[in-house]
């Protein structure tokens, strides 16, 4: 009974200890169904991870045969799933590359899974940037090289396009026309463009990693300034004028548009422009000295002026306006001109329809009637001109002129000028006016009349140089001397034709003329006709040469002296005669004893006197260079042209001896 007992006992304790086993089995399940759970769960999220991925992901044999890839892969390739499984790295990359692969994968050939850049070929053969991932892992006890390939096709066009943009920046830096500092955001200079060097003066090895509020290219007194605009831009787009200083330490304006360089949401530092506004400040400033002396010449015109708006409401009148029509600035400053202030009833349409005008052409001049303050109506000249600013209409400007003087002015400026045109028409010489070209704008009857033409018409226009000059060439000459001579020419020769080719030899007396700019316009002169002046010349010139031809081959000694009795001139009989040679002689003093013996000088002297009231005929001596003593028939007579004694007198020395049958004069024929 009792061993019955405890094997009941027994049999419950096997059988607790049963169902302790039974639950840990169970519990057992449970967590080998859980680890299979987890396991499924892993696998469906790495095939997922596997599948989804955008990069290749291939799985491969050492030897670099492909033995699993992802739909991404199959993609990027251009192949089916059939197709690519088996194929082999070489098979993706360009022929070259696929020489240099190895044949067996191991570690020291893996990029340890980082991404290295490759060239990768597709079915078709396109050739593409890839970036390559590979690393050694153990898969079910085998060891087999994971592979992840990238395509960075997209990338590399987006850095091409980078590269180009950064390349068009710099380029558009480099060669802006404004000087450009770039400096990053502890305000260190990074970058300037040459316009930067031009304008300041620094190259960019000077400035260069130096920091923009140093003060190098401040004033003393701006330093405060420039780090208070630095840290302004940092926060935005700024534009500011100011005073920066030059490397020479000049001042110079400039006006500064700064920003921040934002990339990826983030300022990269600052760039700045600097415009020089050098000749900006001085247009300001002319332009202040323009007003200035506009207001001044407004106030201060000798003629009355009056500035309405577009409404012709009266907005400034001057000192002359007032004292030509007795109203003051106060009186009429803000009422409209045209409601009769300074016009009689009839002419109120009238300054209306000016007023028009002027808004519309932009300027107008009339002669009317016009009324002062106390009704007194007067003639006036006005003239009216619209003031546009920036191509918008401001007001009008009119001027009035009172013209009760002047009509009285213009009846007498009429008389001088029928005086003064009829002088010039009746002119003795031709006067003449052309312009830079040579062709003629006016000449005189006298003119018209020399060159053989009916009219000024038929001149007026006509080229100088193509129709009057009887060889074209010698209008270049005389060009040039007009300008060595500085446009002043008198008296110059040169030969012109009339309308029938005849030649015309004329004396021009002209000068340029200029028009307000002062610049030439023109010439101006008188032509003078010395046509015979040059036959009669030319007809004494013929006659000098006979005479001279007569005076050196006469037989007979002749001797030229001057009014004072000094030797001009003698001829070879003389030298024949006397011994002496025109060297010897020639300003001596012909009573000087050079050919009077001792005794016959005073003869000399009285021969001279007489011989200057009309001929002389003379028996005497006279001395030879030796000394000798000899006998002469003296013959004197004066030389005289257009009436007037030229030069002195003319002597002639004939000389006679005595012969065993009675004295003998050689006969002499006078000239």
């Known amino acids: 009974?009792?061993?019955?007992?405890?094997?009941?006992?027994?049999?419950?304790?096997?059988?607790?200890?049963?169902?302790?086993?039974?639950?840990?089995?169970?519990?057992?399940?449970?967590?080998?169904?859980?680890?299979?759970?987890?396991?499924?769960?892993?696998?469906?999220?790495?095939?997922?991870?596997?599948?989804?991925?955008?990069?290749?992901?291939?799985?491969?044999?050492?030897?670099?045969?492909?033995?699993?890839?992802?739909?991404?892969?199959?993609?990027?390739?251009?192949?089916?799933?059939?197709?690519?499984?088996?194929?082999?790295?070489?098979?993706?990359?360009?022929?070259?590359?696929?020489?240099?692969?190895?044949?067996?994968?191991?570690?020291?050939?893996?990029?340890?899974?980082?991404?290295?850049?490759?060239?990768?070929?597709?079915k078709d053969g396109t050739i593409f940037p890839t970036e390559i991932a590979t690393k050694i892992v153990n898969i079910r006890g085998k060891s087999q090289v994971i592979t992840y390939i990238r395509d960075i096709t997209k990338r590399k066009m987006a850095e091409k396009k980078l590269k180009k943009t950064r390349k068009m920046f710099s380029s558009l830096f480099n060669s802006g026309p404004e000087a450009a500092l770039y400096h990053n955001n502890e305000g260190r200079i990074i970058k300037i463009n040459p316009r930067f060097t031009e304008?300041?003066?620094?190259?960019?090895?000077?400035?260069?990693?130096?920091?923009?509020?140093?003060?190098?290219?401040?004033?003393?007194?701006?330093?405060?300034?420039?780090?208070?605009?630095?840290?302004?831009?940092?926060?935005?787009?700024?534009?500011?004028?100011?005073?920066?200083?030059?490397?020479?330490?000049?001042?110079?304006?400039?006006?500064?548009?700064?920003?921040?360089?934002?990339?990826?949401?983030?300022?990269?530092?600052?760039?700045?422009?600097?415009?020089?506004?050098?000749?900006?400040?001085?247009?300001?400033?002319?332009?202040k000295k323009s007003q200035k002396e506009f207001a001044g010449l407004f106030k201060n015109s000798p003629e009355a002026l009056v500035y309405i708006d577009e409404k012709s409401n009266i907005l400034n009148i001057n000192p002359r306006f007032t004292e030509l029509f007795g109203y003051t600035l106060d009186e009429i400053k803000g009422k409209n001109l045209d409601n009769g202030l300074i016009h009689s009833p009839e002419k109120i349409k009238e300054g209306k329809e000016l007023g028009r005008i002027a808004k519309s052409t932009g300027y107008f001049q009339?002669?009317?009637?016009?009324?002062?303050?106390?009704?007194?109506?007067?003639?006036?000249?006005?003239?009216?001109?619209?003031?546009?600013?920036?191509?918008?209409?401001?007001?009008?400007?009119?001027?009035?002129?009172?013209?009760?003087?002047?009509?009285?002015?213009?009846?007498?400026?009429?008389?001088?000028?029928?005086?003064?045109?009829?002088?010039?028409?009746?002119?003795?010489?031709?006067?003449?006016?052309?312009?830079?070209?040579?062709?003629?704008?006016?000449?005189?009857?006298?003119?018209?009349?020399?060159?053989?033409?009916?009219?000024?018409?038929?001149?007026?226009?006509?080229?100088?140089?193509?129709?009057?000059?009887?060889?074209?060439?010698?209008?270049?000459?005389?060009?040039?001397?007009?300008e060595k001579n500085n446009g002043n020419l008198k008296d110059f020769e040169i030969t012109l034709k009339k309308k029938d080719g005849s030649s015309l030899v004329i004396s021009d007396s002209s000068h340029y003329y200029y028009d307000k700019e002062g610049n030439i316009a023109g010439l101006e002169g008188i032509f003078v006709d010395i046509t015979e002046r040059k036959k009669t010349e030319e007809a004494l010139q013929t006659s000098q040469q006979e005479f001279s031809s007569l005076f050196k081959n006469n037989p007979e000694t002749l001797v030229y002296i001057d009014e004072k009795g000094t030797i001009v001139n003698i001829n070879p009989r003389f030298t024949e005669l006397f011994g002496y040679t025109l060297e010897e002689v020639k300003g001596k003093n012909i009573d000087s004893g050079i050919i009077h013996p001792s005794g016959k000088l005073e003869e000399g002297e009285i021969l001279t006197k007489k011989s200057l009231k009309g001929y002389l005929g003379f028996e005497t001596?006279?001395?030879?260079?030796?000394?000798?003593?000899?006998?002469?028939s003296l013959s004197i007579s004066n030389i005289e042209i257009d009436g007037k004694l030229r030069g002195g007198n003319r002597y002639l020395y004939r000389y006679y001896w005595t012969q065993k049958n009675g004295k003998r004069i050689r006969k002499i024929s006078s000239f």
């Not at 007194?376 to 009008?396: A, E, N, W």
């Not at 000394?627 to 002469?632: E, I, N, Y």
């Open 621 to 632: 001596i006279r001395k030879k260079k030796d000394g000798t003593l000899f006998p002469v």
């Open 366 to 482: 009339k002669d009317t009637i016009r009324k002062k303050k106390d009704g007194t109506l007067f003639p006036v000249s006005i003239f009216g001109s619209r003031i546009t600013i920036d191509g918008q209409l401001k007001g009008i400007l009119i001027i009035y002129i009172n013209t009760t003087e002047r009509k009285n002015i213009l009846d007498k400026l009429r008389k001088s000028e029928e005086k003064y045109r009829k002088l010039f028409e009746n002119m003795p010489g031709a006067y003449y006016r052309t312009d830079k070209e040579g062709n003629f704008t006016m000449i005189n009857p006298e003119g018209v009349k020399l060159f053989g033409y009916k009219s000024s018409e038929d001149i007026i226009g006509k080229n100088i140089s193509h129709h009057f000059y009887f060889a074209p060439k010698g209008r270049k000459k005389y060009l040039k001397e007009l």
């Open 199 to 287: 304008l300041f003066g620094y190259n960019p090895k000077e400035i260069i990693g130096k920091k923009i509020d140093a003060g190098m290219i401040y004033p003393a007194n701006k330093t405060k300034e420039g780090k208070t605009l630095t840290q302004k831009a940092s926060n935005g787009f700024l534009d500011y004028e100011t005073i920066r200083r030059k490397k020479d330490g000049t001042l110079v304006p400039v006006v500064i548009s700064s920003s921040p360089v934002i990339i990826d949401k983030k300022s990269q530092g600052t760039i700045g422009l600097y415009r020089d506004i050098t000749k900006r400040k001085k247009t300001e400033e002319a332009l």
């Open 1 to 122: 009974m009792k061993d019955k007992e405890k094997t009941k006992v027994q049999l419950q304790n096997e059988l607790t200890e049963l169902r302790q086993q039974i639950t840990k089995l169970q519990k057992s399940e449970i967590k080998h169904q859980q680890i299979e759970e987890t396991l499924r769960e892993n696998a469906e999220k790495y095939r997922n991870f596997f599948e989804t991925s955008t990069d290749c992901i291939f799985i491969e044999t050492l030897k670099g045969r492909v033995l699993e890839s992802n739909t991404a892969g199959e993609k990027m390739f251009g192949y089916n799933k059939k197709d690519i499984i088996g194929l082999t790295i070489a098979d993706l990359v360009p022929e070259e590359f696929a020489k240099k692969l190895p044949k067996i994968i191991t570690d020291k050939e893996t990029t340890n899974g980082i991404f290295m850049p490759r060239i990768s070929k597709k």
